[in-house]
């Protein structure tokens, strides 16, 4: 092999062996990065995002804790528990329909032992909650009121008789007289009323903001709907967003939602059309047919 040669190739000027050097470095200044600050950094990094999620878990899970502590029960009537209520409270999805299939029939349950004969709760969940029940005075003072017969007795029975009334005829004198109710849901419950036009069912009494159910029972045990109202029915398929967004029921982001649907698929046939649309109020859309004509 010549070198003589070959030397020729490696021959270079001072500039060109200065860019050679510079790359060199470049070269190994790389090497030493990937081996030594990017490897330690990602090795941190990760060491800190564990750090950080065990820490995030341990708070929500403190958070979850928490929450499940702080449960307050507070007194009420056990003969006005909700779904919700009795869920709240630990009762099956049986024994809260017991409950309710015994209060349609107009019944009252006057004592723990009574709730737990037509619920058949368990004897610890009875123990757990009947401290929180609250009755009517009448009902804690039954054996006093017992020992009054004669004229006392018939004064108090003809005192507690009820006469029901028409829900759409009722003034706010009326409603003002119901124990719970005073000027301002009065005026709430009128004023549902006239953007309807007409109540349909007692049932609409729980869209008003402010009633209990315990008020809602008042209620119910002095009005109801005795006829089918006369009601101006809202044409789905020809009223304009502004039109619809004034039904109670509902806002004008749905009306907005409505009339579109409308303008996209046709004529809205019947009230099942409606639940196809975002954020439709399902829960009330029986109540809400009653109010719309599809012609």
């Not at 307050?72 to 299939?101: H, Q």
């Not at 009252?108 to 009755?135: C, H, M, W």
């Not at 005829?169 to 000027?183: C, M, P, R, S, V």
């Not at 409308?262 to 829960?283: A, C, Q, W, Y």
């Amino acid at each position: 092999m010549n070198f003589k040669n070959i030397r020729v190739y490696f021959k270079f000027t001072k500039s060109q062996r200065t860019g050679v050097l510079f790359l060199i470095a470049i070269i190994v200044a790389f090497q030493l990065a990937y081996f030594f600050v990017n490897i330690d950094s990602i090795e941190k990094e990760s060491t800190e995002k564990q750090k950080w999620l065990s820490v995030q878990s341990e708070i929500d899970s403190l958070n979850r804790s928490e929450q499940k502590l702080v449960v307050k029960i507070y007194s009420f009537n056990p003969n006005f528990i909700t779904d919700y209520k009795g869920y709240r409270l630990g009762m099956s999805v049986p024994e809260i329909d017991r409950l309710l299939a015994f209060r349609k029939k107009g019944k009252y349950v006057n004592s723990g032992k009574e709730f737990q004969v037509v619920t058949r709760v368990s004897d610890s969940l009875l123990s757990a909650i009947a401290p929180y029940f609250k009755f009517p005075d009448w009902v804690k003072n039954k054996d006093k009121y017992k020992e009054n017969v004669g004229f006392e007795e018939k004064a108090f029975v003809e005192k507690r008789k009820i006469v029901l009334m028409d829900i759409n005829k009722a003034t706010q004198e009326d409603l003002i007289k119901i124990y719970g109710i005073g000027e301002i849901i009065s005026l709430r419950i009128l004023k549902l009323k006239e953007g309807l036009g007409e109540f349909v069912s007692m049932e609409q009494m729980k869209d008003v903001w402010g009633l209990s159910p315990e008020v809602i029972g008042n209620l119910n045990t002095h009005f109801k709907v005795f006829t089918y109202p006369n009601i101006k029915k809202l044409d789905i398929n020809n009223a304009s967003i502004k039109e619809i967004a004034k039904f109670p029921y509902f806002r004008y982001a749905l009306a907005r939602e409505i009339v579109t649907y409308r303008s996209m698929n046709g004529n809205i046939d019947n009230i099942e059309d409606l639940t196809k649309i975002k954020d439709f109020p399902v829960e009330k859309l029986n109540i809400i047919g009653l109010y719309l004509a599809f012609n």
